[in-house]
């Protein structure tokens, strides 16, 4: 069992940055690859980047590299994605997931309730 907390999504420019944090608790997080996803709405949950549970073999989503940028740290249980150079279609919320090392919804079994990002042209 793995509880999932999303926090730092918010209003922000077109061409700015944020930072999103996701706190785990409960005892597969240690064991758990971590990946990200936004959902738009009328979308489909699509998939942003992934961790494995060590946290040396990431993927992201974006063909240009550092825009989404997610890492771990597991003394403190969180995930975090930042995501730079944001455009108004980057608009979502986003969620954090845990589970297997793969890049679809049904790869993960636990969920966060989602942070709302929105972005301004």
């Known amino acids: 069992q793995v509880d999932l907390v999303e926090s730092g999504g918010g209003l922000v420019q077109a061409g700015g940055s944020l930072r999103l944090s996701c706190a785990a608790s409960g005892r597969a997080f240690g064991s758990s690859a971590m990946a990200w996803f936004r959902q738009a709405p009328g979308k489909e949950r699509e998939f942003v980047a992934r961790?494995?549970?060590?946290?040396?073999?990431?993927y992201s989503r974006n063909s240009v590299p550092g825009r989404f940028a997610i890492s771990r740290d597991n003394v403190n249980n969180t995930v975090y994605l930042q995501v730079s150079s944001l455009r108004p279609e980057d608009s979502a919320v986003y969620y954090c997931?845990?589970?297997?090392?793969?890049?679809?919804?049904?790869?993960?079994?636990?969920w966060g309730q989602g942070t709302q990002v929105t972005v301004s042209s």
């Open positions: 997931a845990a589970g297997r090392y793969g890049l679809g919804p049904a790869d993960y079994d636990y």
């Open positions: 961790i494995g549970k060590g946290g040396t073999i990431t």
